[in-house]
């Protein structure tokens, strides 16, 4: 595996000082490794970003630090919450005759007959898988090639990955499966589905009124109407006096 290589400067600034470093473009960091003492160090924030997108966590860099190259893995990046500015960056200094576990991405490749003819959906539930291997030896990534996925249930175990075993060991489960051609509707998305619409239904029937509701409203509704027209009616021989639109009786003789 090449080695990328990036310039480093030993670090004295430390603690909360950091921040001023970073205003000028720098990114605090430290070198740590088995039976090496940890040193600390700043990377120009221009240069790391395009050899991180190189190595990612698995490539090797070949960091000079005052004139002395280090073969380092990127351990862990330290990014801010919000403006997702690199905070910090852990160097972990390899052995290259050391074995070293890490974990690799896993890269879907290709087009799957059964998506392409709509006949199931992909499924990826293994994004990464984990090895061991002498760190010249790690690849980017491992391509997992889906074109003789055909037909529903055709499936592609972490086995079947094109891996040189002969020189590294692959410490996830063998039998895990990397991906899946399932079916487009599962019988979990039909049962809910049903589920969904008999609950549906039945908030429905319970909203709308049944006939006998329907005549009782009617019979209620005629029974208020008589008995407003009924008190317009039964109006009192006091209240008729009382009524300025009607004379008295003995005014009517005259």
Same mark, same amino acid.
């Given at each position: 595996m090449e080695q990328i290589p990036l310039s480093a400067q030993k670090r004295t600034v430390l603690g909360k000082k950091v921040k001023t470093l970073r205003r000028e473009g720098l990114i605090p960091a430290h070198v740590f490794g088995h039976k090496i003492p940890t040193i600390h160090v700043q990377v120009k924030k221009t240069e790391f970003g395009p050899v991180f997108e190189k190595v990612g966590e698995t490539g *090797? *860099? /070949? #960091? +000079?630090? +005052?004139?002395?190259? %280090? @073969? !380092?893995?990127? %351990? &862990? *990046?330290? =990014?801010? @919450? !919000? /403006? +997702? $500015? #690199?905070?910090h960056? $852990?160097?972990?200094? =390899? &052995? #290259? /005759?050391?074995?070293?576990t890490v974990n690799v991405p896993v890269e879907v490749t290709g087009e799957a007959p059964a998506v392409e003819k709509k006949i199931g959906l992909l499924l990826t539930p293994v994004s990464e898988i984990e090895i061991e291997a002498l760190p010249a030896d790690i690849p980017e990534k491992v391509e997992v090639d889906i074109a003789k996925l055909a037909a529903i249930g055709d499936e592609i175990k972490v086995k079947d990955l094109p891996i040189d075993r002969s020189k590294i060991e692959v410490k996830t489960d063998e039998e895990l499966v990397v991906a899946q051609i399932g079916e487009l509707v599962?019988?979990?998305m039909e049962a809910v589905e049903a589920e969904m619409e008999a609950e549906a239904a039945a908030a429905q029937v319970e909203e709308a009124p049944t006939e006998g509701e329907e005549a009782k409203a009617e019979a209620g509704e005629g029974e208020e109407v008589a008995e407003a027209e009924g008190a317009e009616a039964a109006e009192t021989p006091q209240e008729a006096e009382k009524s300025p639109d009607k004379k008295p009786a003995e005014e009517n003789k005259k």
């Open positions: *090797i *860099i /070949s #960091l +000079d630090v +005052d004139k002395e190259k %280090r @073969p !380092v893995m990127v %351990r &862990n *990046i330290q =990014v801010h @919450p !919000v /403006s +997702d $500015d #690199l905070l960056v $852990d160097f972990y200094q =390899v &052995n #290259l /005759s050391e074995k070293v599962t019988k979990e």
